[in-house]
């Protein structure tokens, strides 16, 4: 005998077998019991999910002499010609190849007789959304009184394309898309009968990539069965199959794109298209591993939703440390626009490419997504101790054309001592007016006082080999501009800064206005390292 097929071999015969669509299997054996069979069904759902094997189990449980429990018996003579496909009774018909009035007019042509055997003549049409408008119009008078021993059963994928007169004519059963769990424990029982063995890794994956479909799963586990003929089928081996990725690659890459790293993130993609992976596959994987990093870094309890081994959760976990929500969601924006942009293109890795390349620069991009991706490497930077100055925001002229001649200002007088006191006592104020990456070297500030000659005096204190670099930081040029700037329009004068930096290892927090005390003083606590 020639070989089966997994998914043709192991296809559900009576209702016990099916899994993952119970809120219908439960509806029509109730139906079947309590003799309140319908005269016209809509399954509906994506592909693999038992549309037409539930229509055959029905049109087989309606006619069975021996109905057990809601179920067909197996044993008599109807079951077995509807089985092997030889009853008269259970009417057979592809939409997406007979589309046309002709082919509806001859079943409505045939309803007019009854069964030969059996209670019922069961027409199951296939990808019934296939229909011509002329079609659906031919059926429709017939699908709406039809004789009593007739029932339709209209399974489609696309349940949007038919006419909503079908729709109201039908009872409808929207299939889900089987879960997870539910396909690779059918997997594994499977594989047993076969006396195959396979790694339990190795079968979720494959569950995972059928997309909640039966019979997706069954035909990629019989495709990777069939290359490793003979062996133990490994988790890698499938990975090999399928032309997937390993999620090592995936943390390698997100931390190369954390950093910026554009060349380290462009190897491995080469890497990964020298091992002649499939390039869609690698979009659709590494997005759904960004997935799972966002639903851990948004609840602490997300076992169940993730569906893996408490080891990979732990890494996971591990790795969501490292990057915020919101530039998750970003990456995930930008990897979903590019699997669509991909599926039809000839230079996939090109499009890859200017992904990665948006991913790792997200000042490239000028959306509110990238702007924020860019607000948390800028505060990474300043963590680091790395200095960052923002840009002077350019001035804008109102009332004027571009080629008007600016305004001169008159100069501002210069502050006299116990002005400049009294900005050391309200330092807080001007700290709140600050931009944040200057603000957070300004947090080393030990000391604000003044001096003789009127000046105003920011003391850091910066022991040697402490690390401390806000004093050197604050006394550039353009950043005592800023500081100056902002004082200038609180007081309306202008005030000298100078920048002195302790090294000596004694505290100079003895004089008259400690800035660690007005942080205090608001409840904000400073930390300061070790010498």
């Known amino acids: 005998m020639s070989y089966m097929a ?73 079951c077995k010609s509807i089985t092997a496909g030889n009853s008269m009774n259970v ?74 007169t079908i729709l109201s004519r039908c009872q409808r059963y929207d299939f889900h898309r089987i879960s997870i769990d539910t396909i690779a424990a059918r997997l594994q029982e499977l594989m047993v009968k076969e006396g195959i063995e396979v790694e339990e890794k190795a079968i979720r994956y494959i569950a995972k990539a059928a997309d909640g479909s039966m019979r997706d799963g069954l035909s990629l586990l019989d495709q990777c069965i069939a290359f490793y003929i003979g062996q133990t089928l490994t988790y890698d081996n499938v990975l090999k199959v399928l032309g997937a990725i390993d999620t090592e690659v995936f943390s390698r890459l997100l931390r190369n794109i954390i950093d910026g790293n554009v060349t380290s993130a462009i190897t491995i993609l080469e890497e990964i298209i020298t091992q002649g992976r499939d390039l869609n596959q690698f979009v659709v994987d590494f997005t759904w591993y960004l997935r799972n990093l966002m639903l851990i870094k948004s ?162 204190d910066q022991p040697e080999g402490s690390g401390r670099m806000g004093g050197d930081f604050v006394n550039r040029p353009e950043v005592l501009a800023e500081i100056s700037a902002v004082i200038e329009q609180m007081l309306q004068k202008t005030v000298n800064i100078k920048v002195e930096i302790n090294s000596s290892g004694v505290s100079s927090q003895n004089t008259k206005t400690d800035v660690r005390d007005f942080f205090a003083s608001v409840g904000i606590e400073i930390e300061q390292d070790e010498d």
């Not at 057990?68 to 008599?76: L, Q």
């Not at 990456?331 to 699997?339: N, W």
């Not at 000839?346 to 997200?362: D, G």
Request: hydrophobic letters at 40%.
């Open 91 to 164: 009417i057979e018909m592809d939409a997406a190849s007979n589309n046309g009035v002709d082919s509806i007019r001859q079943i409505v042509e045939e309803v007019a007789y009854p069964p030969t055997e059996g209670k019922y003549k069961v027409y199951i049409i296939d990808e019934v959304h296939m229909l011509s408008t002329g079609a659906f119009n031919a059926l429709l008078k017939t699908l709406e009184e039809p004789p009593s021993y007739v029932v339709f059963i209209l399974a489609t994928t696309e349940v949007h394309k038919i006419p909503i």
């Open 299 to 460: 609840s602490e309890d997300m076992e169940d939703a993730l569906e893996m081994s408490s080891d990979n959760l732990a890494l996971l976990k591990e790795e969501a440390k490292m990057v915020d929500t919101e530039v998750l969601m970003r990456y995930i924006q930008v990897l979903s626009a590019l699997s669509n942009d991909i599926k039809y293109a000839s230079q996939k890795r090109v499009l890859i490419e200017i992904a990665l390349i948006k991913l790792c620069k997200p000042q490239m991009e000028p959306d509110i997504s990238a702007l924020n991706n860019r607000m948390v490497n800028l505060e990474k930077k300043v963590e680091e101790g790395v200095p960052v100055v923002m840009a002077a925001p350019q001035q804008v002229q109102t009332g004027a054309t571009p080629s008007a001649a600016p305004v001169k200002k008159e100069p501002l007088p210069a502050a006299v001592p116990e002005e400049v006191k009294k900005i050391a006592q309200s330092w807080g104020s001007v700290m709140g007016k600050l931009p944040v990456n200057i603000k957070m070297y300004l947090k080393e500030v030990t000391t604000v006082t003044t001096n003789e000659s009127g000046d105003l005096v920011l003391i850091f």
């Open 6 to 78: 997994l998914y043709r071999k192991f296809r559900p015969q009576t209702f016990d077998d099916v899994k993952g669509q119970d809120h219908i299997v439960t509806t029509l054996q109730n139906q079947i019991k309590s003799d309140r069979i319908g005269h016209a069904y809509l399954f509906t759902g994506t592909r693999g999910t038992g549309k037409t094997t539930i229509a055959k189990i029905l049109a087989r449980t309606i006619n069975c002499e021996n109905p057990v429990n809601g179920c067909p018996c197996m044993e008599c003579q109807t």
